[in-house]
């Protein structure tokens, strides 16, 4: 629970400071006159603090703004290569990568084999991120903290207890176990959600306060922002799109129910029906079944225009539930977009309330390091979340880039 400080006129300067890079972090550069006005502080305390923040290397004069008469403003922005944030997806078969500094700016990104399902898998996770995070010692700026994308549910990016089906994860507290392996801040979400924090801050969601990120491939995936932010729900449950249930009596879902949208769609649902129906062999992939699609096979596209049928009609229902004013389609399974996006589209535009028929839906590059910027992001965003209240390990992220800075590290 969220506990208000109250205190000393130490305490509320440290407030104000945080308050300080928080809003430079969020608005990007920013005139000394325009943070007293937002954070109703005195010109004179914006002075005094913006003047240590710059001592202390976080901040820096970064250009001049025109102004109609009188001097230009001087902006501050933040010190990019003050501190770096380390992001991960973590994928059944794989891990993908990204070091990225105090502005959200890729810094480095890698790939890493790993094996999700073995019974060692916390701990290979562990060496993996742990070898990762020593590559950048003496070397890069001080890491932040780990943020961490995976595909289940997760209670709180704080607390980090996954539930991942997937990847046969139960109750796992990945958060508090990694924490104490790396010895740093450590926060963990659902991969999506994660990837719409990627959109919200870099990509086509910095446009838009309302948008849907809906994934495919090897299931499907959604995350919602609202108003600007991350809708999360109770329990970190929201998005689940994958599980609504389509018909009745279909197919075993890894969840546990019947004929839920992932039975019908996802990778492995296209490559049983194209199995049973002769189109590909039983040792063939995805990619076999494309490929088979591209040569001009009807019975391959056949089946692509039965997904993108029943894909359309489930978006059509997220839209008229959430009324986004975009749709972003994403995952690898958009490498077949082009067998989907006809009946997709049909589907679709059929089934909206009618108000809201003309929703644009644009399809992303399948891009695994976007996904681990989201991660790397959740840090940054704990960086710059309000100061005025005391959660763990947010403050001990924030408490590392000012703290650090103050003892020289
Ligand atoms: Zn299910």
Request: net charge negative; proline share 5%.
């Amino acid at each position: 629970m969220a506990r208000l400080r109250s205190g000393s006129g130490a305490l509320i300067r440290d407030l104000n400071r945080a308050a300080i890079l928080s809003l430079i972090g969020q608005r990007g550069p920013i005139a000394r006159v325009e943070i007293a006005r937002e954070l109703a502080l005195s010109p004179a305390t914006v002075t005094v603090l913006t003047r240590d923040l710059v001592q202390d290397g976080l901040v820096r004069e970064v250009a001049a703004a025109p102004s109609r008469g009188g001097r230009p403003a001087v902006l501050l922005g933040l010190v990019g290569e003050a501190a770096h944030a380390l992001g991960a997806k973590i994928a059944a078969d794989h891990l993908a990568v990204m070091r990225v500094n105090l502005d959200g700016e890729p810094v480095s990104v890698a790939e890493r084999p790993f094996d999700a399902t073995a019974p060692d898998a916390l701990e290979r996770l562990g060496d993996a991120l742990a070898a990762i995070v020593a590559e950048g010692d003496g070397r890069a700026p001080r890491l932040l903290g780990v943020g961490l994308g995976v595909p289940g549910i997760v209670d709180l990016p704080s607390g980090g207890v996954v539930e991942s089906p997937v990847l046969g994860w139960h109750a796992l507290p990945l958060g508090s176990w990694l924490q104490e392996r790396l010895g740093l801040p450590v926060l963990v979400d659902n991969d999506v959600n994660t990837l719409a924090v990627a959109e919200r801050l870099y990509g086509r969601g910095r446009a838009v306060e309302h948008f849907v990120t809906v994934t495919i491939g090897r299931g499907v995936g959604l995350g919602i922002v609202v108003g600007g932010e991350l809708h999360r729900g109770a329990r970190g449950g929201a998005g689940e799109f994958g599980h609504v249930r389509m018909v009745d009596d279909g197919p075993l879902c890894q969840c546990g129910n019947h004929g839920c949208l992932e039975t019908l769609v996802s990778d492995a649902a296209l490559l049983r029906d194209a199995r049973s129906a002769g189109i590909v062999g039983a040792r063939d992939g995805i990619d076999q079944l494309r490929a088979r699609a591209d040569s001009g096979d009807a019975g391959a596209a056949a089946i692509y225009a039965t997904a993108g049928t029943t894909l359309g009609r489930a978006v059509a229902g997220l839209v008229n539930v959430l009324s986004p004013q975009l749709v972003l389609l994403s995952g690898e399974g958009t490498q077949a977009w082009r067998h989907l996006e006809a009946a997709f589209e049909g589907a679709l535009r059929r089934d909206l309330f009618a108000p809201l028929r003309d929703v644009p839906v644009e399809v992303d590059p399948w891009d695994d390091a976007k996904w681990a910027r989201g991660a790397a992001a959740l840090v940054l965003r704990a960086t710059f979340a309000a100061p005025l209240y005391e959660r763990q390990p947010d403050d001990a992220v924030r408490e590392r880039l000012t703290a650090g800075v103050a003892r020289g590290v």
